[in-house]
């Protein structure tokens, strides 16, 4: 009797061996990035900086002071914490280097069920080391990444082995799952789904889009009466992993229905009605229109850079995030997939592997979102990496098995591959170190506020800075990586941004002075209250043109009643200098017009000298003329004026970290700068010095 060579046959060795090795590589291509860590500039207390502000985000909830308190990154550090004794910091900075990994473990599951197990080494090792994924989990990059990539993996793993049982030759596994097998597998997929939102809610558009190939799929090449079967099975998966109890009820009684009466699948009235019933569910509690809505935001939201806002106009500050940065094509195929070439191929083999297996089509739009990398920002292009690897893993191998002797090239061209998949990363990530984006005495600083401030003060202070605040200050923010919107954004850089300390304090009292009317503050799971923005649903209230007149004229409001605001503190760094345009533009950002000033600001490198008799510097030969030259150190600065050159820019010379900064009227005369630089008693009427450690950081206290 001749051996059914379609038989689905499960067996450790596929894909165990494989998942191990991947592991092995992508965690010790990780380790590589050692070398740049070297340096005692990059311990705070005995622990390490991490490489990414979004990594103090849980951080800060695992000490319980955001709104992350209850996430289960947060979650995770406390329980690993809790166990082992080992510091929070710590804890982040390692963990990359074992949850990045992971995403090849469904990637194993596909190479054991296409009977490709060859091809799992450099499918698994691309989709886990690809530039565009490599960049955003390595060490000290602790956040969502690894899970958004893992979840969002193997959920179009487990649509494509459920889906291809149904379908047409040339794939065709025997026998095809029982109707109470499908319906209960499917359920799973949509708890899945649950937890997939749980951990990382953004996900949703890509949800939508894996569901919508999968639907596609299904109709064009469903076995001859099972189209119906197939789109009841995926309505399954989708009401039970989208909207709240009643749409997993519905999901779930469906599957239950056909646990018990399999039947109902089998007659063609009975199949007729579970979907109609299915779609009528879907229709009233998926919530299907509010996450197409949602995903319509989300590319709204990384496409439009101009502004947002309806009758007022806020500044969209998209821009201005490193992760969606956008990138061009020569940078996408290095994040994708290393080179051109191997680009070119892995999307050849993976368009020759939806053709053996249309069901693999289910992972395009993970490569169409990796091509809108060039428009909606550098962070997608990891998604790329997985559709490349499946190309040149399964769909090269599944090639070289056309013919007898190509099966003996299939291997060594898969260790040519993979050689080539994880040279091309290795040397990026010994040659590129990351950018730390928090200094050794700006952290400190942060971190020497700790015992000094009530639980329930508030720091006013770039919102790039905002979760590494909160993690080494223990308190609240007004700002940080979340709540970055323009909303936020435009009280924020005015306090930054305007020449005058007066209005800095009255717009900072008058926002605290909201916050505490408007109360309730306290968040789930955290022991620091989350101050929400009231700006926002003030300048709503208004026309735009009163709107405006009422945002600009903060400073004369007088309030005859006495109400007690949390202390505010606001923190002048180093750090902002290099963003300063930014914060500059924000700051004088006209809310009904949108217009905004246009600053200047430079940070030469290279060989610099500076002539303080004269008043100039050269930088690599070119030559500046000077208005002023603060020449700052933590012993004293010196202030030079030189007014003879009245068109010069403003030259500050940082002694400490041998770095130069070249700006126009407006930022030098900003309060960013000169709260950091200037004589403390210029504001004493306003704010009360806290903490000095000029050049690199001033907080300031708000005086009542």
Aim: hydrophobic letters at 50%; a positive charge.
């Amino acid at each position: 009797m001749q051996r059914d060579t379609n038989r689905f046959i499960f067996r450790h060795r596929d894909w165990l061996l494989p998942f191990v090795l991947v592991f092995v590589l992508s965690a010790g291509l990780r380790l590589v990035d050692l070398v740049h860590w070297d340096s005692p500039a990059l311990l705070v207390h005995g622990e390490r900086v991490m490489a990414t502000h979004d990594a103090y985000a849980w951080l800060a909830g695992a000490e319980r002071v955001n709104q992350y308190s209850c996430h289960p990154l947060a979650v995770l550090l406390r329980l690993l914490h809790a166990s082992t004794g080992i510091g929070f910091a710590t804890l982040a900075f390692w963990l990359p280097v074992v949850m990045a990994p992971m995403a090849a473990l469904p990637i194993a599951f596909l190479g054991l069920w296409w009977r490709l197990p060859p091809g799992t080494l450099v499918a698994g090792v691309l989709c886990t080391t690809c530039g565009g994924y490599l960049i955003r989990t390595r060490l000290g990059f602790y956040d969502t990444d690894p899970l958004a990539l893992f979840f969002t993996v193997a959920l179009a793993t487990a649509l494509v082995c459920w889906l291809e049982p149904h379908l047409r030759p040339p794939r065709k596994t025997n026998p095809v799952p029982s109707p109470r097998i499908s319906f209960a597998l499917a359920f799973l997929i949509g708890i899945w789904i649950k937890l997939h939102l749980f951990v990382y809610p953004s996900a949703e558009p890509i949800i939508l889009a894996l569901f919508a190939i999968a639907v596609s799929v299904g109709l064009v090449f469903s076995l001859n009466g099972k189209r119906l079967f197939v789109l009841t099975g995926l309505l399954v998966a989708f009401l039970a992993g989208n909207g709240g109890w009643a749409s997993l009820a519905f999901g779930g009684g469906a599957a239950l229905a056909v646990f018990l009466r399999p039947e109902l699948c089998q007659g063609r009235r009975g199949a007729i009605l579970l979907f109609l019933g299915l779609s009528t569910g879907l229709i009233l509690f998926s919530g299907l229109s509010e996450r197409i809505h949602s995903s319509i935001g989300h590319i709204i939201r990384y496409g439009d850079r101009s502004s947002t806002g309806v009758s007022i106009r806020y500044p969209a500050t998209i821009s201005t995030i490193i992760e969606a940065r956008t990138v061009d094509w020569h940078q996408l195929e290095q994040a994708v997939a290393g080179s051109r070439l191997l680009l070119v191929i892995g999307t050849g083999a993976y368009a020759f592997l939806c053709w053996r297996h249309p069901a693999a089509l289910v992972f395009a739009p993970l490569l169409f979102l990796a091509m809108a990398s060039t428009r909606f920002g550098a962070r997608f292009s990891m998604y790329g990496g997985v559709v490349v690897g499946l190309g040149l893993g399964f769909g090269l191998s599944l090639l070289c098995s056309l013919k007898p002797w190509t099966k003996r090239v299939n291997l060594a061209l898969q260790l040519l591959l993979l050689a080539s998949v994880l040279w091309l990363p290795a040397r990026f990530i010994h040659q590129n170190a990351p950018f730390f984006f928090i200094s050794k005495p700006f952290a400190e600083a942060l971190a020497a506020m700790r015992p000094k401030v009530s639980p329930d003060a508030q720091f006013w202070l770039w919102w790039d800075f905002g979760y590494a605040c909160q993690f080494y200050s223990g308190v609240s923010t007004f700002a940080d990586g979340a709540r970055n919107s323009g909303e936020y954004i435009l009280p924020l850089a005015r306090v930054h941004a305007t020449a005058s300390p007066g209005e800095a304090h009255a717009l900072i009292r008058f926002v605290a002075r909201q916050q505490a009317l408007n109360g309730n503050t306290a968040h789930p799971c955290a022991d620091r209250p989350v101050y929400p923005n009231p700006i926002s649903a003030i300048l709503e209230k208004m026309p735009p043109q009163e709107a405006r007149s009422f945002f600009e004229g903060i400073g004369g409001l007088t309030f005859p009643d006495k109400i007690p605001i949390p202390q505010q503190y606001l923190v002048l760094a180093w750090e902002n200098i290099r963003i300063s345009t930014a914060i500059r533009k924000f700051g004088t950002w006209d809310i009904v017009t949108g217009e905004t000033a246009k600053p200047s600001l430079m940070l030469p490198a290279g060989r610099i000298t500076i002539d303080t008799a004269e008043g100039s510097l050269s930088v690599s030969g070119k030559r500046f003329r000077a208005r002023t030259i603060d020449m700052l150190s933590q012993t004293g600065s010196r202030h030079l004026e030189y007014p003879w050159n009245r068109s010069g820019m403003h030259v500050l010379s940082n002694q400490v970290d041998k770095s130069i900064a070249i700006m126009d009227e407006g930022i030098y005369r900003s309060m960013m700068v000169q709260m950091l630089i200037g004589e403390p008693e210029t504001f004493a009427g306003y704010f009360e010095l806290v903490l000095d450690r000029s050049p690199a950081v001033r907080i300031f206290r708000l005086k009542p």
